[in-house]
């Protein structure tokens, strides 16, 4: 993005019209080394954060106390941080004591990784007293200093380790990685929610399937707070992951559990011990549950009957699930993981596009009106009925219109009372 580089630029240059040093730090100075894009552009500078506020007419003082300020810029935010170095990380994770330095390499020092541990000046110039650069180009993930002591200070770093190894496929220097296996007791400090979100971004990276690997190798997976199922696992349908769009994290995440053996049922606990959004954790557990309805009654029939029987296991579990689900099939079939001929996958698909109606809200009658309708009181097979109103439209065998609603819904309570 030039303009947040250009905005960026400004608040650096900003910074030393009045006498500061200031420069860009971390992540970004990293990814632009490897030419990956940059997301969040943060600084670093010797400015304390008081003088920082006073320097920008639009700053929101986020941690002030530990001198990072949030600059806006037109439109663009921007981390600031004050050159600081950190002390007694008593829980393993968060440092007691902050406290800020004259020097830029100082505040270098308490970075994780030598890659994370660059600066760019406005010049161009870098400041890379750790050998960030040869690491990246050698392709060596760091720590900075003896990676004992980093990863005793904060935990949370030895899966940020093996994040960044998966993500851009670098390996783990020797040191750094006896460090993990020498500190990998202290994992279970970590609040599950800074891991998932870790394991968020290994998911969605190129290679999750190594990442998976090197956290197993590691002994970390059984050291968290929440359990990781991953001691067993079908081999064909994990290598299915790869396969999938890295941002479809619901299917990935199926894949995941579906190979660990995990059911609809011990997912919906899993993922909330893992901490996961309602909606995301929704989602999973909808698209195994799918999974596992179909399976009870496989049917790779392309007559009326197996259309019918599709269209009601997609309502059932909702269009999105029934989407995931082929997108899902269709990788499955790729790594030899499941025996449905694509030709099934696809008609299946074409059912699902001609779906007419794809939920209640869908349907023009409402639960009221077809009470009206009936003269009758409401009750469960209200539910019932509507269900099967649905089932019918979407499947186009009755018109969505209220007349044609009526008339059938008319029909199956009389049906009904007959029997
Ligand atoms: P991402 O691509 O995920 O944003 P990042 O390296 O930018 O990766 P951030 O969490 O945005 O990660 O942190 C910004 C910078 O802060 C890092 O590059 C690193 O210098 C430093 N940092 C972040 N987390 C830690 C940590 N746990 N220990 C030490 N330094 C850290
Ligand atoms: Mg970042």
């Not at 030598?114 to 870098?126: E, K, P, V």
């Not at 500190?183 to 279970?188: A, M, P, Y």
């Not at 999973?284 to 029987?309: F, W």
Request: glycine letters at 8%.
């Amino acid at each position: 993005d030039p303009d947040m580089a250009e905005r960026s630029a400004d608040v650096i240059r900003t910074l030393l019209r009045h006498g500061h040093e200031a420069y860009w730090v971390g992540g970004c100075v990293r990814d632009e080394y490897m030419g990956r894009r940059v997301s969040d552009m943060d600084i670093t500078t010797s400015a304390l954060p008081e003088v920082t506020c006073s320097v920008f007419p639009k700053v929101i003082p986020t941690g002030i106390k530990h001198g990072t300020v949030t600059v806006l810029m037109e439109g663009q935010s921007f981390e600031v941080t004050t050159y600081r170095v950190e002390s007694g990380y008593e829980d393993h994770r968060h440092p007691t004591e902050v406290a800020f330095v004259g020097e830029v390499k100082e505040d270098l020092r308490r970075r994780d990784f030598t890659m994370n541990a660059m600066a760019r000046g406005i010049d161009g110039s870098w400041v890379d007293p750790f050998g960030g650069r040869e690491d990246i180009d050698r392709q060596v993930i760091r720590c900075v200093g003896d990676a004992r002591l980093r990863f005793r200070e904060d935990a949370l770093r030895m899966v940020r380790c093996i994040r960044f190894a998966s993500v851009f496929g670098f390996s783990i220097a020797l040191r750094t990685w006896r460090g993990i296996l020498s500190e990998r007791d202290t994992l279970g400090w970590i609040a599950m929610e800074r891991i998932r979100s870790e394991f968020e971004k290994i998911l969605a990276g190129p290679s999750p399937l190594r990442g998976l690997e090197m956290f197993v190798r590691s002994g970390l997976h059984s050291r968290m707070k929440a359990p990781f199922p991953y001691t067993t696992h079908d081999r064909k349908t994990i290598e299915a992951m790869e396969r999938i769009e890295p941002d479809h994290a619901t299917i990935r995440w199926s894949l995941l559990l579906l190979a660990c053996g995990i059911t609809a049922q011990e997912a919906e606990e899993l993922l909330r011990s893992w901490t996961f959004s309602n909606k995301q954790r929704e989602s999973i557990v909808k698209l195994l549950s799918l999974h596992e309805s179909y399976l009870q009654e496989p049917n790779e029939g392309d007559d009326e009957s197996s259309r019918l029987k599709w269209i009601s296991l997609v309502l059932a579990h909702g269009v999105e699930a029934a989407q995931g689900w082929l997108e899902m099939q269709t990788a499955l079939h790729h790594t030899g993981a499941s025996s449905a001929p694509l030709t099934f996958i696809r008609q299946l698909d074409a059912w699902l596009q001609n779906l007419k109606i794809r939920s209640l809200k869908d349907l023009a009658i409402t639960g009221s009106e077809l009470l009206e309708a009936l003269g009758r009181r409401g009750g469960p097979w209200l539910g019932e009925l509507l269900g099967l109103l649905l089932g019918k439209a979407a499947a186009d065998l009755i018109n969505n219109d209220k007349e044609s609603l009526i008339e059938e819904a008319k029909r199956v309570v009389i049906h009904n009372e007959g029997s």
